[in-house]
């Protein structure tokens, strides 16, 4: 048994959010149809004009001229900076200030210098410049996104686990959610935990991780064609099912908890699903 779990990211200017659902080897799982979240499509262009006649006296050795642009986003700051044109991951640099490093289209590795959004992580967002300094918009479902921290490894999260997004292909992603899919909490925004499969940051391992999730999302027994279900839920063998903790998890009736194909391992604890 096979499972393929749906998790997209802001793929296009049109708006996609979410994480990476690459299928296992082997897996004749058709790619999932993208959601359909709108998001801002800011022109991320940078004025090139520049001053065409060489200075002939002593050269400036101030900050760089980082001014807005027409489309609102400013050029990157000539400050220090490991990371060109601006870092992603905090701590953030390359940008002037009142800017942030964001990749304003969502569905390109570009990254520009813009002003920030009002949403913190784990606040509500419809695409990435709707989110705060080194932050990103994933989704919770087909219309609806979360803020996330930008992460290149484990070690940037308090989670331990960074997740791949699917525009990224650069060794860049998004911080997993620390939520309990048996209980269904703690997730803001209306939102309620449940699993997924994916892959992380930097390996590329495929992994299950615990994601909150739109409850209008696939409910129990509903089927999940493209991978995703509800809070609470695992999609297995083409329905939505309730997620059970091993390997004595309490199932409904005469329901038991049975392990996943491959084993849903989330840190020290495996979940299954009630069948």
Do not use: K, W
């Not at 080897?25 to 499509?41: K, N």
């Not at 997993?176 to 391992?205: E, H, K, L």
């Amino acid at each position: 048994m096979r499972l393929v779990v749906s998790l997209c990211i802001l793929l296009t200017a049109c708006g996609r959010i979410g994480y990476s659902s690459s299928p296992l080897a082997g897996d004749s799982s058709p790619t999932p149809p993208d959601s359909g979240a709108p998001v801002d499509a800011a022109d991320v262009g940078t004025d090139a004009t520049r001053d065409a006649a060489p200075d002939s006296g002593v050269t400036d050795s101030g900050p760089a001229d980082s001014g807005l642009t027409d489309s609102g986003i400013t050029s990157p700051d000539a400050g220090m900076c490991d990371e060109a044109p601006c870092r992603l991951v905090a701590p953030q640099c390359g940008c002037a200030g009142g800017t942030v490093c964001q990749r304003p289209g969502g569905d390109t590795t570009l990254r520009a210098c813009v002003a920030p959004g009002t949403s913190d992580v784990g606040e509500a967002c419809l695409g990435n410049l709707a989110c705060q300094e080194a932050a990103v918009c994933v989704a919770t479902g087909f219309s609806s996104g979360l803020c996330h921290a930008y992460c290149a490894s484990g070690a940037d999260c308090p989670t331990g686990v960074c997740l791949e997004l699917v525009v990224m292909s650069e060794d860049i992603g998004a911080c997993m959610d620390s939520c309990d899919p048996v209980a269904g909490s703690p997730c803001a925004g209306g939102t309620g935990c449940g699993i997924g499969y994916t892959r992380n940051v930097p390996d590329r391992d495929f992994i299950f991780a615990t994601r909150c999730l739109d409850p209008a999302l696939p409910a129990l027994d509903q089927p999940c064609p493209v991978g995703a279900c509800g809070p609470a839920l695992v999609c297995d063998a083409g329905s939505c099912r309730q997620v059970c903790e091993l390997p004595a998890g309490t199932c409904p009736g005469t329901l038991t908890c049975r392990s996943l194909s491959p084993r849903a391992v989330v840190g020290a604890r495996e979940y299954g699903f009630c069948g």
